[in-house]
């Protein structure tokens, strides 16, 4: 073989080769917050996000610029509000979702209905899950999606930033439950009636306040529940999570039932922060005024 004949194969070779690795350095197989494992052939730069919180998270991981749809209620960071719509979780527009050729679909495994997933699992896309269960669950799943997405610095410094304002929180009580903890019944929704269950971030929030979630012991994030059922662990306190006038509402609709506790000592009150029903980032700084109102509703305290 003449010698340039002989150099152009050996660089050809040689590029081959060198681009050969290159792919298999871009691939990578990850385990995702619900312990599965996703299996992809290069970084994802195209994501479609099926949770307000899901999309959060990823902005907080550096990959927002990636995620090409997301569903209603996806609202923060304020860049999040551009990016198109695909319905809500649970009544998507499928087709449109394809259309948008992602490389990788990001749901929230409790809040995703099993239909739902299955019609997900049929488009024959990867699915990677978020999973929380209390605010310590965060950093690690921003730093889950940042191996996901290729920006492990940004979502590294994204989760220690994160970790800082945990730690300034009141602490989850140890232990048994202490005489004067409150028990309280979070009122999501009239009918069904939602609560929230040891999934949901609420739950963590109402510990952290010094209060018990009757229903923590459902591990699901929100839960349906019944009327008599509620009545039986007779809360201390109903917190509804409406706006006044329809909280006025079911205030109405509760006062026919003095024998709960809470309706008795009319410890009845609204509580609505979209940040803590979002469960991303921003969910944390709702916590303080959650503690604020519920402080004075501890059993004991003086009342003013």
Request: proline share 7%.
């Amino acid at each position: 073989m003449r010698p340039l004949r002989r150099w152009f194969v050996t660089a050809l070779l040689g590029g081959f080769c060198a681009t050969s690795g290159f792919a298999q350095s871009l691939a990578i197989t990850m385990t995702d917050d619900a312990g599965k494992s996703l299996s992809l052939s290069q970084r994802p730069t195209r994501i479609v996000s099926l949770s307000p919180g899901a999309t959060e998270l990823l902005f907080a991981a550096g990959a927002g610029d990636r995620v090409v749809g997301t569903v209603i209620g996806a609202d923060a960071p304020e860049a999040a509000k551009k990016i198109e719509r695909l319905g809500d979780a649970n009544a998507l527009k499928y087709e449109r979702l394809k259309a948008l050729k992602p490389d990788v679909i990001v749901i929230w495994r409790d809040m995703t209905h099993e239909l739902v997933l299955e019609s997900l699992q049929k488009l024959r896309l990867p699915i990677y899950q978020v999973s929380l269960r209390s605010f310590d669950d965060m950093p690690r799943s921003i730093r889950r999606l940042g191996q996901l997405a290729g920006t492990e610095s940004v979502a590294e410094a994204a989760a220690r930033q994160v970790e800082a304002r945990i730690a300034v929180l009141p602490k989850r009580p140890a232990g048994k439950i202490a005489a004067n903890i409150p028990s309280v019944f979070f009122m999501m929704w009239d009918v069904p009636l939602y609560t929230v269950g040891s999934r949901h971030l609420m739950n963590d929030a109402i510990s952290r306040c010094g209060a018990h979630n009757i229903f923590d012991d459902i591990d699901f994030p929100a839960p349906i529940v019944e009327f008599e059922e509620i009545k039986k662990r007779n809360p201390d306190v109903i917190l509804m999570g409406a706006p006044p006038i329809t909280s006025r509402d079911w205030r109405e609709r509760w006062s026919q039932f003095p024998a709960v506790s809470a309706v008795a000592a009319r410890q009845m009150s609204h509580f609505i922060d979209i940040r803590l029903t979002r469960m991303g980032p921003t969910a944390i700084d709702a916590v303080p005024a959650l503690c604020e109102q519920l402080q004075p509703m501890r059993k004991g305290a003086s009342r003013r």
